[in-house]
């Protein structure tokens, strides 16, 4: 699960990137401010990729996935593509502990080859 949650992750790192870049020509907020924001995101995209073995670590991707589907109210494409990255942030979690349930489940079935 970890490493198709962290491919999600680092897909949004550059999607919230270019979107601060959107932000700065299209809306009057100051590029202070932009990139407050857009920085702040884009790093916890990245802390986000080394704590998601640890409790909360699933939880706190779906709350970045809410805060970047907030972010259509000031750049409207943001919604789709926030929908969208949440619509890959549920296959990354779902489909990754089917194969780490897999992968258990084969390990256990495996006689040991000491």
């Known amino acids: 699960m970890r490493t198709l949650c962290a491919s999600t992750l680092l897909g949004e790192f550059f999607v919230i990137g270019f979107a601060g870049l959107v932000a700065m020509q299209t809306t009057e907020l ?20 080394g704590a998601l073995s640890r409790p909360g670590g ?29 619509g890959l942030w549920w296959a990354s979690v779902h489909f990754g502990r089917l194969v780490d349930q897999a992968k258990a489940a084969r390990a256990a079935a495996e006689p040991d080859a000491a």
């Open 30 to 49: 100051s590029t202070a401010t932009v990139w407050g924001v857009s920085g702040t995101a884009m790093l916890l995209c990245l802390l986000l990729c």
């Open 58 to 86: 699933v939880h706190l991707g779906w709350a970045l996935q809410v805060g970047l589907i907030a972010t259509g109210f000031v750049v409207p494409t943001m919604f789709f593509l926030g929908a969208c990255f949440a």
